[in-house]
């Protein structure tokens, strides 16, 4: 299963609508217990949010042994 999470709900229905998905409205900064629930639940995290954020989920997957993939350079 694919989960997409992001703040940007308008995004995430459109692509629900174009692909077999799961999708969950999510704020980096708010949403802590969230977002380490979601890291411990997946085999994955591919992160492309903003550069200044990235330490906050490679540190969740180190800290929860989960494979981290990013566009930025951190």
């Known amino acids: 299963q694919i989960i997409v999470a992001s703040n940007h709900i308008e995004s995430l229905e459109v692509i629900k609508k174009m692909f ?3 999708i969950i409205n999510l704020n ?3 949403d802590k ?3 380490i629930s979601l890291i411990k639940s997946t ?3 591919i ?3 903003p550069v200044e954020y990235q330490y906050i989920i490679a540190l969740y997957c180190l800290e929860n042994s989960k494979h981290f993939v990013s566009t930025k350079y951190i």
């Open 28 to 30: 980096i900064v708010k």
């Open 20 to 22: 077999n998905i799961k």
């Open 47 to 49: 992160s492309l949010v």
């Open 43 to 45: 085999n994955l995290v």
């Open 33 to 35: 217990e969230l977002l």
